[in-house]
């Protein structure tokens, strides 16, 4: 038997294993296996898996470094992590390797180093002055976390505004926790209770909120360039002499652009033209259960109220 023919037979024996069983995306994308790709199309596929990768590992490293009293390179990791998250997304785009399991794998990294994470190091980081409040507010930060990654995953309307998140992002609302870390580095003794409040239950609440947060995404496309580069220098530049400081400005600065572009909406839109603002929002069926049309026979006899359908907590 020649190389040829083992081969044949050989592949023969996979498709009669495999025949059984067929791999299918939530999404309804057509799945196909890894080992029916040729090298060179598996590496480019698995290569944004690779800085997802590396995005969980420093989440989880971040963990346990706060439970060693390490809080500073703690946020460190989890600020690495928040720039592997972007560098994953923009990789798999210029690849074209936009899968169904990349998604996934992501949301599960984003939940450890943006869910996890903070959440414990919020939790260790005032426990000391405020034992009770630091587990419920980690916790609740938790509880937020899971339910802004669940929504985006089960979300998808093609008619949204693309530049809007709806809800702070987890890396965003993880940044207020880094931000605030590193400003202040030791664990809370002294400092006003306010403040465990500000820096950890309010990004958790606006994670699970529907407010609408301006992505900057576009920041990262070549026409762009000549404002990001000089941005992301001055950015470094604070970053490495003023680290707390200009934490704190980058990240409870984006969290004000929601109220801000709230309040200068009107203004905005008058002098640079409907395009400067968010569109209006469309209500969305339930992301918690599935609406099914009602049997035919089931609104006999009920008003017109009644069979005008049937609204998810979303839409009540």
Same mark, same amino acid.
């Given at each position: 038997?020649?190389?040829?023919?083992?081969?044949?037979?050989?592949d023969r024996?996979?498709?009669?294993?495999s025949? $059984?069983?067929?791999?299918?995306s939530?999404?309804?994308? /057509?799945?196909v296996p890894?080992?029916?790709?040729?090298?060179r199309v598996?590496?480019?596929?698995?290569?944004?898996?690779?800085?997802?990768?590396?995005n969980?590992?420093?989440?989880?490293?971040?963990?346990?470094?706060?439970?060693?009293?390490?809080?500073r390179v703690?946020?460190?990791?989890v600020?690495? %992590?928040?720039?592997?998250d972007?560098?994953?997304? #923009?990789?798999?785009?210029?690849?074209?390797?936009?899968?169904?399991f990349g998604?996934q794998?992501?949301?599960l990294?984003?939940?450890?180093?943006?869910?996890?994470?903070?959440a414990?190091l919020v939790?260790?980081?005032?426990?000391?002055?405020?034992?009770?409040?630091?587990?419920?507010?980690?916790?609740?930060?938790? %509880?937020?976390?899971?339910?802004r990654? #669940? +929504?985006f995953?089960?979300?998808?309307d093609? &008619?949204?505004d693309? /530049?809007?998140?709806?809800?702070?992002?987890s890396?965003g @609302? @993880?940044?207020?926790?880094i931000?605030t870390?590193l400003a202040?580095?030791?664990?809370?003794?002294?400092?006003d209770? &306010?403040l465990?409040?500000? @820096?950890?239950v309010?990004?958790?609440a606006?994670?699970?909120?529907?407010? /609408?947060?301006?992505?900057?995404?576009?920041?990262?496309s070549?026409?762009?360039?000549? &404002?990001?580069?000089?941005?992301?220098?001055?950015?470094a530049?604070?970053?490495f002499?003023?680290?707390?400081?200009?934490?704190?400005?980058?990240?409870?600065?984006?969290?004000?652009?929601?109220?801000l $572009?709230?309040?200068t @909406?009107?203004?905005?839109? +008058?002098?640079?033209g409907?395009? #400067?603002v968010?569109?209006p929002? +469309?209500?969305?069926?339930s992301?918690?259960?599935?609406?099914?049309?009602?049997?035919e026979?089931?609104t006999?006899?009920?008003?017109?109220d009644? /069979?005008?359908?049937? #609204?998810?907590?979303? $839409?009540?």
């Amino acid at each position: 038997m020649t190389p040829d023919d083992s081969a044949r037979w050989r592949d023969r024996g996979r498709d009669r294993m495999s025949r $059984g069983m067929r791999l299918v995306s939530a999404s309804g994308a /057509r799945v196909v296996p890894l080992s029916r790709l040729n090298p060179r199309v598996r590496a480019r596929v698995m290569l944004p898996s690779l800085f997802t990768l590396g995005n969980m590992i420093c989440g989880f490293s971040s963990v346990l470094l706060s439970f060693q009293g390490r809080f500073r390179v703690a946020a460190v990791l989890v600020a690495v %992590s928040i720039v592997l998250d972007i560098a994953d997304g #923009a990789v798999a785009r210029a690849v074209g390797a936009i899968t169904p399991f990349g998604l996934q794998f992501d949301s599960l990294a984003d939940l450890i180093s943006f869910g996890i994470a903070p959440a414990v190091l919020v939790y260790t980081w005032a426990l000391p002055a405020y034992p009770v409040w630091a587990w419920a507010g980690a916790m609740f930060w938790l %509880s937020c976390a899971a339910y802004r990654l #669940a +929504r985006f995953n089960v979300t998808i309307d093609p &008619l949204a505004d693309k /530049r809007y998140f709806v809800g702070l992002a987890s890396p965003g @609302a @993880a940044g207020v926790v880094i931000a605030t870390v590193l400003a202040i580095g030791e664990p809370l003794y002294d400092y006003d209770p &306010l403040l465990p409040v500000v @820096a950890g239950v309010l990004p958790a609440a606006l994670m699970a909120s529907s407010f /609408r947060f301006r992505s900057f995404r576009d920041l990262l496309s070549p026409r762009h360039l000549r &404002l990001t580069v000089p941005l992301a220098v001055l950015v470094a530049v604070g970053l490495f002499f003023w680290p707390g400081v200009t934490g704190m400005v980058l990240a409870f600065g984006y969290v004000l652009t929601c109220p801000l $572009g709230w309040l200068t @909406a009107p203004v905005r839109r +008058r002098w640079f033209g409907e395009d #400067a603002v968010a569109p209006p929002r +469309r209500r969305l069926p339930s992301v918690i259960m599935p609406i099914e049309d009602p049997p035919e026979d089931s609104t006999q006899g009920l008003g017109d109220d009644a /069979r005008g359908g049937v #609204a998810g907590p979303a $839409g009540r």
